[in-house]
T-cell receptor, first 115, second 111 residues
Framework: NAGVTQTPKFQVLKTGQSMTLQCAQD?????MSWYRQDPGMGLRLIHY???????DQGEVPNGYNVSRSTTEDFPLRLLSAAPSQTSVYFC??????????????FGPGTRLTVT | EDQVTQSPEALRLQEGESSSLNCSYT??????LFWYRQDPGKGPEFLFT???AGEEKEKERLKATLTKKESFLHITAPKPEDSATYLC????????????FGKGTKLTVNP
């Protein structure tokens, strides 16, 4: 299993540009989520999904969109990039649906810089 | 508001010098507490899940414990390869799988 994969690893955007961060998992996990990690702030939840077709907002959703058309993929879209969105983005997944299955597995991250 | 606080922010140890990292939490109802290890430039790597006060889990030189208000990650006779940032996260009762993370403890083990 490849686990959780993310592309690209690095990206530089200009203010106002849009882009999509890709996330895929091959573990048949129902639950997927996106976090951003900033120095001194810890990991903060952006959006999450409990299954195909179901998404919800996390702690810091503004400026981001998500959709979940398949179990495997959970892309994160930046609508109009701003310097405040410079961060490292992590995708995570877990089995869901069982009290003993909530361990979340993280991808390697995408480092995004907005100039 | 659900909160997770980790201390210290940074810890330097000599190889073989045992110590503990702390994770205190304030939540409406704890579903589970998770410990992760994060190496520079990489995603967090799952270590342990603890579900109830009194529970303990061990893995090599690491031992995690849980009380009603906090969790400790004990590191026994650490080695330089244990150097990393250790993250604590809690999952709150209420039907969601969302995690609330602490800011982490950066551990450096000198040879």
């Amino acid at each position: 299993n490849a686990g959780v994969t993310q592309t690209p690893k690095f990206q530089v955007l200009k203010t106002g540009q849009s882009m999509t961060l890709q996330c895929a998992q091959d573990m048949n996990h129902e639950y997927m989520s996106w976090y951003r990690q900033d120095p001194g702030m810890g990991l903060r939840l952006i959006h999450y999904s409990v299954g195909a077709g179901i998404t919800d907002q996390g702690e810091v959703p503004n400026g981001y969109n998500v959709s979940r058309s398949t179990t495997e993929d959970f892309p994160l879209r930046l609508l109009s990039a701003a310097p405040s969105q410079t961060s490292v983005y992590f995708c995570a997944s877990s089995y869901g649906g069982s009290v003993y299955s909530y361990e979340q597995y993280f991808g390697p991250g995408t480092r995004l810089t907005v100039t | 508001e659900d909160q997770v606080t980790q201390s210290p922010e940074a810890l330097r140890l000599q190889e073989g010098e045992s110590s503990s990292l702390n994770c205190s939490y304030t939540v409406s109802g704890l579903r589970g507490l998770f410990w992760y290890r994060q190496d520079p430039g990489k995603g967090p790597e799952f270590l342990f899940t603890l579900y109830s006060a009194g529970e303990e889990k061990e893995k090599e030189r690491l031992k995690a414990t849980l009380t009603k208000k906090e969790s400790f990650l004990h590191i026994t006779a650490p080695k330089p390869e244990d150097s990393a940032t250790y993250l604590c996260a809690v999952q709150v009762q209420g039907g969601s799988e969302k995690l609330v993370f602490g800011k982490g403890t950066k551990l450096t083990v000198n040879p």
